[in-house]
């Protein structure tokens, strides 16, 4: 049975960051999990794909940090600048494209403190950290649900690459097919999202409309998965990936070509891979391209 939800009541709080600073502060609000409010927003986005005069719902820094020393330059505001620096970062990466993941949330970005010996003062005094990341849930774009009619081209790309020439032409030709084109990204990190490595997020501009962070559903029976970070050198990227799709044809942006027949009930059932956009660097690359 759905749960009836107060859209109003959850949104005025959501949208609240001064009452209601973290997920958990919206949680208590409602009698649920920090989780459970991470849920309830990806509804509401999909309610407002399809309905665009529902009130907005804002994207919020995903941090489990709540409210912090309002006292200028302390260690405690810089590491919680750090964490919002980030989390809006990597927010309008996986946004700001014509495929936006609909619960960013999932992505969690703390403010962190560790402590070290200060010699004038004799004692041990805070300093900022890296901001700890992590996700809470799979990535998800929006559904496609009204799939008759429609086509897709799906590829894939690597950040800090240069996109291969024969992009224009696969544009033109997803144009003159009027198809959806939508590209995987790949990274050899394995949290693009954290702070470390800024260049794990950079992508050719070219390609940064058609990035598809996030699950894609296609009807009930396919499902892109734009979500799987798959290293790139992997010789059998799907091997083990089987069963991820849970019965539906499964496509994963990869270098490699790869088709794997799913063991079902239906014997057209497969898992597939593809190669990708971007030219290859050095020889273990060019093997795959």
């Not at 703390?110 to 996700?135: A, C, I, K, M, V």
């Not at 296609?218 to 849970?246: H, Q």
Request: net charge neutral.
């Amino acid at each position: 049975m759905t749960e009836a939800v107060d859209w109003k009541k959850f949104v005025e709080v959501y949208n609240d960051t001064d009452k209601y600073p973290s997920l958990r502060d919206i949680g208590a609000v409602f009698g649920i999990s920090y989780e459970g409010v991470s849920k309830r927003g990806v509804r509401y986005r999909q309610m407002l794909l399809n309905d665009p005069s529902l009130p907005p719902l804002n994207v919020r820094v995903a941090s489990k940090a709540s409210a912090v020393t309002k006292n200028e330059g302390t260690p405690e505001e810089h590491a919680q600048a750090r964490a919002v620096l980030l989390s809006n970062e990597v927010t309008a990466l996986v946004t700001g494209t014509k495929y936006p993941v609909i619960n960013p949330e999932a992505i969690l970005v703390e403010s962190q403190l560790t402590h070290g010996y200060d010699r004038e003062t004799r004692s041990r005094t805070p300093r900022e950290s890296t901001p700890p990341t992590w996700l809470s849930a799979t990535l998800k774009v929006a559904a496609v649900n009204e799939f008759k009619g429609k086509k897709f081209i799906f590829t894939g790309a690597q950040n800090d690459t240069d996109i291969h020439p024969v992009w224009p032409n696969l544009v033109a030709y997803a144009k003159h097919l009027g198809a959806d084109l939508v590209v995987g990204p790949g990274t050899y990190e394995t949290q693009w999202w954290s702070e470390n490595n800024p260049t794990s997020r950079a992508y050719a501009p070219e390609i940064a409309d058609y990035l598809c962070f996030g699950q894609m559903k296609i009807g009930p029976n396919f499902v892109f998965c734009g979500e799987m970070n798959i290293l790139p050198t992997a010789s059998s990227p799907i091997s083990d990936l089987v069963t991820y799709t849970r019965g539906r044809w499964g496509v994963f942006p990869h270098a490699k070509r790869q088709l794997k027949s799913v063991p079902s009930t239906d014997p057209n059932q497969q898992a597939h891979d593809y190669g990708a956009l971007y030219q290859a660097q050095g020889h273990s690359a060019e093997g795959r391209h």
